[in-house]
């Protein structure tokens, strides 16, 4: 399922156009792969519309006043419930904090987000990039990064159990599955303010709102109830979809 899986730069992609791009590039002229990579770009948004329709023929996305909010909103706006991604089965028993409520700190937004920098540059920086395969001998495995690093779903939990520990709320901090700018599959911590969303994200050192990382926001944990999860599909090629005047 779309999101389920971490990819980073260099791993596989749900998007197969940028290794099928590569492979084809040392065997063709000049002039055939310019016209390679521009079909590449027109399958790229063949597929968006693709999943765009899909989402709306099963009501995840529709023209209601909820999915208009959301296209303009600072917070991640819950279209549906859905299914959790496949790596988090059983995770609420294995880490009983990832879907605990905690208690309300009392923190200014400018104390928390500096408290969010720290705690974003440290794991970033500390922590080194290992594929679940390569790790565990199987994907989709989400745990606590080990000596031997972690990926992206892994930094994600180091991140909310470290703030957790530090008295931010845990409903503050949830869990998302996303598309990144290179339409790879991806996980980032949600930070939840009290003027928007920002995201903690292992490819940027950056803490951004959720608008500006350019990303196709797919999942998100319920912050009423840790264990379950929203669709909320915004952002990324969600915004980049086909309208009836384009």
Not at 8 to 34: C, D, I, M, Y
Not at 73 to 86: C, D, G, H, K, Y
Not at 191 to 197: I, P, V
């Amino acid at each position: 399922m779309i999101g389920d899986v971490c990819k980073t730069h260099g791993h596989q992609s749900l998007w197969p156009f940028g290794r099928l791009a590569r492979q084809t590039s040392n065997s063709v002229s000049p002039e055939k792969s310019g016209a390679f990579s521009s079909l590449i770009r027109g399958l790229k948004k063949s597929v968006a519309r693709v999943i765009f329709g899909l989402a709306s023929s099963i009501c995840l996305i529709s023209f209601s006043p909820a999915y208009a909010a959301g296209s303009n909103s600072p917070f991640l706006v819950p279209q549906s419930s859905i299914s959790a991604p496949a790596g988090f089965s059983g995770l609420c028993s294995k880490y009983s904090w990832v879907c605990a409520s905690t208690g309300q700190a009392r923190m200014s937004d400018g104390a928390l987000l500096r408290l969010a920098k720290d705690v974003n540059d440290k794991v970033n920086r500390q922590t080194p990039t290992i594929e679940d395969r390569v790790q565990y001998g199987r994907d989709e495995h989400w745990a606590l990064p080990t000596a031997r690093g972690g990926d992206c779903e892994d930094f994600v939990l180091l991140k909310k159990k470290t703030l957790i520990e530090h008295g931010v709320p845990s409903s503050n901090l949830l869990i998302a599955t996303v598309l990144d700018r290179r339409l790879q599959s991806h996980a980032v911590l949600v930070l939840r303010t009290s003027k928007g969303d920002l995201v903690l994200d292992n490819l940027n050192k950056q803490i951004r709102p959720w608008k500006k990382t350019g990303y196709t926001f797919l999942k998100l944990q319920n912050p009423a109830s840790l264990g379950r999860w929203h669709a909320v599909l915004a952002g990324g090629v969600i915004n980049e979809s086909p309208t009836a005047s384009k």
